[in-house]
């Protein structure tokens, strides 16, 4: 990513799995997103890729375009499983980020009209700062383990 180098890119699990159930048949939803799960709940990348090539496998020619759009994007929903196995259930999705955009327009209904854009911008800022703070303070991820993981030395082909 050019605008954050080094960053990894997360896709939503939960929002890739429905972008992949709705080329299934309502039908047949119920038994693929089992399947589906089975590949998003695995603790290691050798057993979740194993099992999304046994998934692509069995629903190739059954839904074709469902298929395309799991293999399009199972790269950038599996980043969570290069982190700390801790960190892995925290960033596979974005609820923490939805419940703080659902806190920001709840209080910005509250207030209803504002003045000017800075009043606004002042209210979302107080909002994330508390949010901020309320993270650290619960320690939401042990960032020790993520940087004692980023010192390990690398293992170099030769």
């Not at 982190?83 to 920001?104: A, C, D, W, Y």
Request: glycine residues 8%.
């Amino acid at each position: 990513m050019a605008e954050l180098p080094g960053a990894s890119w997360q896709r939503c699990v939960v929002h890739f799995m429905g972008n992949v159930l709705a080329h299934v048949p309502q039908s047949e939803r119920g038994v693929v997103a089992e399947e589906l799960q089975e590949v998003f709940v695995a603790r290691r990348r050798g057993t979740a890729e194993s099992l999304a090539r046994g998934f692509v496998e069995r629903y190739r020619d059954r839904y074709r375009r469902a298929v395309e759009v799991f293999a399009q994007g199972l790269g950038e929903a599996l980043t969570y499983l290069d982190f700390p196995g801790v960190h892995q259930r925290h960033i596979k999705s974005t609820n923490v980020l939805e419940r703080l955009i659902r806190e920001v327009k709840r209080r910005t209904r509250v207030v209803g009209v504002f003045p000017g854009e800075g009043s606004l911008v002042n209210l979302a800022t107080v909002v994330m700062l508390r949010a901020t703070e309320d993270w650290a303070f619960r320690r939401y991820l042990d960032m020790g383990l993520l940087w004692a993981a980023e010192e390990k030395p690398t293992k170099i082909a030769t």
